[in-house]
């Protein structure tokens, strides 16, 4: 594994997450070489001592979280690997066919009940990669692309640009040019990371946004993008029947805190249906396309390209509001 490891991160053209190859990623970080990296980082400083040892409920709980999450990133069904993990007897094992699994007896079966490893369990933690991956997959997407609609342009990699017509100044040719003028508002509200990107010692930022996280993103439509406050105000809780521009951004960020901070990896069958109507609902008015979202609720692995190619105009007024 160790050989594939490195193949993948000399060959793959993957770009290394937010901390770099070979260290662990953020939790907040879902891209392929993070999830790559969370894998490699169990198998280096876990494998050895869980194969010698008994492991505290603790301990194993949080490792599954982060495995079933990382293989859910790069592909693997969530249903299909948590059958594998836990051995459920349901309608999904039977269709896993002629798939070759571990088989362990009845006592075993029995000891991993005992501990909390039960088929309810299963349906929390796959509660909990559902919202998780809609969250900060299909959420970080539609705040970049929020972003992007308020400033439609080509991003020019180029030194010099033509001077606009109407106002004898040169056009902004990347997002450095346009979020120079909000450097000492956002600059502020960003974590160091992102303000370095944003806002390097030297030269302009001339990416396409896609370093940003959903914090970042929200800074930036917040401070940056001249969007009118919902009801509460920026950084509150909105009502429920607000549905304005501002609102779903705010559920976007409030739900990815949730997530975040959610230490069990788990969310309730009772919590699970109104955390997952309002959130769709939200990403759905922010322009997500609902067949994708629908999709994500059999494999979180929905492609940047799948997304791209599903996108759909936003069909609230809320979409065009301008602060005032």
Same mark, same amino acid.
């Given at each position: ?19 770099? $190859? ?29 194969? +010698? ?7 194993? &709980? ?42 362990? %007896? ?15 369990? +299963? ?71 992102? &303000?370095?990107?944003?806002?390097? *010692?030297?030269?302009?930022? =001339?990416?396409?946004? %896609? ?16 969007? =009118?406050?919902?009801? =509460?105000? $920026? ?21 990815? +805190? ?7 990896? *788990? ?6 249906? %109104? ?35 599903? =996108? ?13």
């Amino acid at each position: 594994m160790n050989t594939l490891y490195i193949l993948l991160q000399e060959f793959g053209d993957f770009k290394p997450h937010s901390n770099g $190859w070979g260290k662990f990623p953020n939790d907040d970080d879902h891209c392929i070489s993070a999830n790559i990296d969370r894998i490699e980082f169990l198998r280096k400083t876990k494998l050895n001592r869980y194969a +010698n040892s008994d492991i505290a409920e603790v301990e194993f &709980r949080r490792t599954y979280t982060i495995l079933v999450h990382a293989m859910a990133g790069l592909g693997v069904n969530v249903q299909m690997l948590l059958d594998l993990l836990y051995l459920t007897n349901s309608k999904d094992t039977e269709r896993m066919g002629s798939m070759q699994t571990t088989q362990f %007896s009845r006592d075993n079966q029995s000891h991993m009940k005992e501990n909390g490893c039960t088929s309810a369990l +299963n349906r929390d933690a796959i509660h909990y990669i559902h919202i998780t991956y809609l969250t900060l997959d299909v959420g970080t997407i539609v705040l970049r692309d929020l972003i992007k609609q308020r400033y439609p342009f080509k991003v020019s990699h180029e030194d010099t640009s033509e001077p606009s017509k109407v106002t004898g100044e040169p056009k902004p040719r990347s997002y450095g040019d346009i979020f120079e003028h909000s450097k000492f508002i956002l600059g502020p509200k960003l974590n160091y990371r992102s &303000r370095m990107v944003l806002f390097p *010692k030297q030269g302009k930022y =001339k990416g396409h946004l %896609s370093e940003f996280d959903i914090p970042a993103l929200y800074s930036i439509l917040r401070f940056a993008c001249n969007i =009118k406050p919902h009801r =509460k105000g $920026w950084g509150k809780h909105p009502d429920d029947d607000d549905r304005t521009l501002s609102a779903n951004i705010e559920r976007i960020r409030i739900m990815r +805190n949730d997530v975040v901070h959610n230490s069990s990896g *788990k969310i309730d069958k009772i919590l699970y249906p %109104s955390m997952l109507n309002n959130l769709k609902q939200a990403l759905s008015e922010l322009g997500a396309n609902e067949k994708v979202l629908d999709a994500i609720m059999d494999s979180p692995a929905v492609t940047q390209s799948q997304l791209d190619h599903s =996108k759909k105009p936003c069909h609230t007024s809320a979409c065009s509001e301008k602060g005032m």
